[in-house]
């Protein structure tokens, strides 16, 4: 199954208000749901959705990125004559806005043999089929059409997006950063346009030096475009700050929203790591939680994410946990309300106790 559709997902959105997870990593490649990384979903949703052709635009800390996805092949997108590109920086230049990027890749852009983009952010998690999209953009004979859903505007969000769309769904207005508490229909960052008017709409910001994407290229067109927006009424997590990606992970415990995103017949694909099915000792006890493969519990684990190759040691006690992969929680060892990031040792008899509004944080290779 092949679209009119190509891709473009930005690694990098999001970032400055979670930077304990995007130090060393970007967005794109945070750890989501035990063995996923956040990239995982807008590949497979494009992938799911027909979309061969896919650029992954990264700013910085893209090395983790490049070897989760490597060839694209997980996602089925390592073909002969399209599939996955990744544009990181080079040359020693780096964009520095959304604006920036498409016009240095406008190379790229221009000999796409698909009609139309997708352009999305790698901040969420959810399982989106672009091809409603596209087939609404068309019925619309919109010249834009961005995905928008009824919610409240997460604390940290960047430059929120609200659009006002009429009853057939054409933008009325469009406000930026607006003082609204209660739900609003708030952009997702996902949106679908003709590659040439991408091109053209990218030429003349980059001539104005008008380089806002929300401002410049949407905002200052409502009038001039006919861009609509497409309600999404599915399960998003949307990633804004530590708090949210705690939040969301949490929410994985619901059977509903597990199904909804995790649906069999549009698969959520990942890099696969050969381990061998996890292992439970005589004294393990484990209720409600999420354990991938390759993982040693002989302690107790409660409410928890556990990522592959994690080892939890006889007397330990896990509650309301993230835990990446290949960490070593010792003997004895009391964890309540911690995201542990990978490769951690937390050593025997450790207590380490946070809140589920603000969870403690544990960087990469550390020993506590």
């Given at each position: 199954?092949?679209t009119?559709?190509?891709?473009i997902?930005?690694?990098n ?15 794109a490649?945070?750890?989501f749901?035990g ?17 061969n ?11 983790s ?6 060839s ?8 002969r ?7 990181s ?12 990027a498409?016009?240095?890749?406008k190379?790229?852009?221009e000999?796409?043999?698909e009609?139309y ?7 969420y998690?959810?399982?989106?089929n672009?091809l ?7 019925e ?31 933008v ?8 609204v508490?209660?739900?609003?229909p708030?952009?997702?960052g ?7 008017l991408?091109?053209?709409l990218?030429?003349q910001?980059m ?5 806002d ?8 067109n409502?009038?001039?475009?006919r ?14 700050s530590m ?15 597990r199904?909804?995103?995790?649906n ?6 990942t ?10 000792g ?6 409600g ?11 107790t684990?409660?409410g ?33 309300n911690v995201?542990?990031d990978?490769d ?8 380490l ?16």
């Open positions: 199954m092949a009119n559709l190509a891709g997902i930005f690694a959105v999001g970032e400055y208000n979670i930077p304990e997870l995007t130090a060393k990593r970007t967005m490649s945070v750890p749901g063995k996923y990384r956040l990239v995982d979903f807008p590949l497979s949703n494009m992938s799911n959705s027909g979309i052709n896919v650029a992954l635009i990264a700013r910085n800390n893209f090395h990125l490049m070897d989760h996805v490597g694209g092949k997980a996602w089925d997108l390592s073909k004559h399209s599939g996955l590109t990744i544009f920086p080079y040359g020693g230049h780096s964009f520095v806005n959304r604006i920036e498409i016009f240095h890749i190379g790229y852009v000999h796409l043999k009609e983009v997708v352009i999305t952010n790698s901040n998690a959810a399982n989106i672009y409603k999209v596209h087939e609404f953009h068309l619309n004979n919109a010249d834009i059409t961005l995905m928008y859903k009824n919610m409240a505007i997460p604390p940290k969000k960047e430059a929120p997006v609200v659009l006002y769309p009429d009853e057939t769904g054409l009325k207005k469009l406000l930026i950063n607006p003082p508490e209660d739900e609003c708030l952009s997702i996902s949106m679908i346009i003709k590659r040439d991408l091109l053209e990218v030429r910001c001539s104005a030096n008008t380089l994407f929300a401002k410049n290229l949407l905002q200052d409502i009038d001039k475009l861009i609509f927006g497409y309600e999404y009424t599915g399960h998003i997590s949307l990633v804004h708090s949210d990606y705690f939040a969301e992970n949490m929410k994985l415990m619901d059977k509903d929203i199904d909804e995103l995790f069999p017949l549009r698969p959520i694909y890099k696969v790591r050969d381990d061998a099915p996890s292992r439970y005589l004294t393990s006890s484990v209720k939680s999420l354990v991938a493969q390759g993982c040693v519990i002989d302690g684990v409660e928890s994410i556990i990522s592959k190759g994690v080892r939890i040691g006889k007397g330990a006690s896990v509650k309301n946990c993230i835990i990446m992969q290949d960490c070593k929680i010792s003997d004895g060892a009391k964890l309540e995201v542990i990978k951690v040792v937390i050593t025997e008899g450790r207590a106790t946070g809140c589920e509004t603000y969870p403690m944080y544990i960087e990469k290779q550390s020993i506590v």
